[in-house]
């Protein structure tokens, strides 16, 4: 166990769609499976018998916000447009962090592309990615 106090940085996370480095993040990253059951679905009979299944969950979602005026909107678009149009998806995908042991890689496609708000402040765009994992390991940040 290390002694000395560890130093988290959002800034160390890294997210790579089709080559291209997403950083405009107005939000947090949230990346996990789609189905919310467990590593495991077990079964109890009404005499004590235990039986478990494993449960495969290569399907995840990744769900960011970008900040308003982020031309990388403009890019997450044209992938989502492209992939409507010539069924080009889905799109090289990774995560990881350079600080931390979250490591996820895959292919993706946008599943959701907020609609735009017109507004006087600024805010952020929330997309959510739907990945189909080759890997994943999600320990400590």
């Not at 106090?5 to 769609?17: A, D, G």
């Not at 769900?63 to 799109?91: N, Y």
């Not at 946008?110 to 402040?121: C, L, M």
Request: proline share 4%; net charge negative.
């Amino acid at each position: 166990m290390n002694a000395l106090p560890e130093t988290y940085s959002f800034l160390n996370s890294k997210l790579v769609i089709n080559g291209f480095t997403i950083t405009d993040f107005a939000t947090d990253i949230t990346l996990g499976p789609v189905n919310g059951d467990g590593r495991w679905i077990e079964t109890e009979g009404p005499g004590g018998t235990v039986t478990r299944s494993r449960n495969i969950r290569n399907l995840w979602a990744c769900s960011f916000g970008l900040t308003v005026g982020s031309e990388q909107i403009d890019f997450l678009e044209a992938l989502a447009i492209a992939d409507e149009k010539t069924g080009a998806g889905s799109f090289p995908f990774v995560f990881s962090q350079i600080d931390g042991t979250h490591k996820v890689v895959g292919s993706c496609w946008i599943h959701e592309n907020q609609n735009a708000t017109v507004s006087k402040t600024p805010g952020s765009r929330q997309i959510v990615l739907h990945l189909f994992t080759n890997a994943a390991f999600v320990g400590r940040t």
